[in-house]
């Protein structure tokens, strides 16, 4: 009876956790949306980590990219409508949007899933990445990178998300920062690169501080 009972417990876990997992990364954002999670809504922000069951509501200035880890699936929404995230896919809630959908690469979605948490917890952040492969050495991170640019379109910044997560990975602080700054001075009203510049401040700061 009690190894049953610490069996069911141990799956309820299980899926529990399963469902809190975080199965998506926010890889662009352009006008409005709100991010309705279990028990919150706030306004939704680019480079956020989504959940299953989380609902993203979009005005109809909208555009909204985002990549689910299994599977690479790479949605753009644009316009108003009402999505719930799901485990690989996101389901359409309300009104009559369709996606543009394209696969990304394995290599790239891996590294994409390591962009630091937006919440800021550094040490929960260094525990997943501690538990996934590492993304590779210096020279292969960027030999990958300049094929992934070569192949994308001028304003996709897939690449360069590689490339940041990548050298925070390796803990190359002084070229992650150096890679930021030259991206800000081409862009430098860019509120994308702006919230994508203070996240790895931030990150970088709670890292060297974890360290000490």
């Given at each position: 009876?009690?190894?049953?009972?610490?069996?069911?417990?141990?799956?309820?876990?299980?899926?529990?956790?399963?469902?809190?997992?975080?199965?998506?990364?926010?890889?662009?954002?352009?006008?409005?949306?709100?991010?309705q999670e279990e028990k919150a809504a706030a306004e939704l922000r680019p480079f956020v980590k989504l959940r299953p069951g989380d609902r993203l509501v979009l005005e109809a200035a909208t555009r909204l990219q985002l990549v689910y880890f299994e599977g690479g699936r790479q949605e753009t929404w644009q316009g108003a409508g009402q999505l719930e995230v799901g485990g690989a896919?996101?389901?359409?809630?309300?009104?009559?949007?369709?996606p543009e959908v394209k696969t990304?690469?394995?290599?790239?979605?891996?590294?994409?899933?390591k962009t630091p948490s937006a919440d800021g917890n550094v040490k929960a952040g260094m525990v997943r990445m501690r538990s996934m492969p590492s993304g590779g050495t210096l020279e292969s991170i960027e030999r990958n990178y300049a094929d992934l640019r070569q192949k994308a379109d001028p304003?996709?910044?897939?690449?360069?998300?590689?490339?940041?997560?990548?050298?925070?990975?390796?803990?190359?602080?002084?070229?992650?920062?150096?890679?930021?700054?030259?991206?800000?001075?081409?862009a430098p009203n860019d509120l994308e690169l702006r919230t994508?510049?203070?996240?790895?401040?931030r990150a970088i700061n709670n890292a060297r501080t974890a360290t000490r």
């Open positions: 009876m009690m190894r049953s009972v610490a069996c069911w417990l141990g799956l309820f876990l299980l899926s529990a956790t399963a469902w809190g997992a975080e199965v998506g990364l926010v890889t662009a954002l352009s006008g409005k949306a709100m991010l896919a996101s389901k359409l809630l309300k009104g009559g949007l369709q990304l690469p394995a290599i790239l979605v891996k590294q994409l899933s304003g996709d910044r897939n690449p360069e998300l590689y490339l940041l997560s990548g050298y925070f990975e390796l803990r190359e602080y002084e070229r992650l920062e150096r890679l930021l700054a030259q991206l800000g001075e081409k994508l510049k203070a996240l790895y401040a």
